[in-house]
């Protein structure tokens, strides 16, 4: 965690997001809890640290965790079915798709989009539909 926070130290809530972001969408191995373990498995995110593959809900959980922590902002998840991305309240103008939960614009960052900037939903994903899960700062 402190080499994570130094990188993401003096910059603003959009450049640090989205350095955290690219890391969780790039630094993982993606598999199926099906294929690996048999089973849907939900990782806390010291575990999808630990363990050598993780799949959309591991990668949200800990991308939530780590922006919630490094950088304090609110986030939540949001449940599309068949997948699970988050997305961030942010204090300043982002642009990008997002979902009014609790009268606050939360931003979309799918950990799973490889590559897909802040604010980009996934391919066939309906944002309207989604279901929302709020996490306590």
Not at 52 to 68: M, N
Request: glycine share 6%; charged share 25%; aromatic share 10%.
């Amino acid at each position: 965690m402190p080499l994570l926070a130094k990188s993401v130290r003096d910059r603003d809530e959009r450049e640090a997001v989205s350095r955290l972001l690219n890391l969780v969408q790039t630094g993982f191995e993606y598999e199926y809890d099906e294929k690996v373990w048999g089973h849907d498995r939900p990782f806390f995110a010291e575990e999808t640290l630990y363990y050598p593959f993780c799949d959309c809900e591991d990668r949200a959980i800990l991308l939530s965790r780590l922006v919630r922590d490094l950088l304090g902002l609110r986030t939540l998840l949001v449940f599309y079915p068949g997948h699970l991305a988050m997305a961030v309240a942010f204090n300043e103008k982002v642009e990008g798709d997002y979902i009014v939960c609790q009268g606050l614009r939360f931003v979309v960052c799918d950990p799973t989009y490889i590559g897909a900037p802040i604010g980009a939903t996934m391919t066939g994903m309906d944002n309207a539909k989604a279901t929302v899960v709020l996490l306590e700062p």
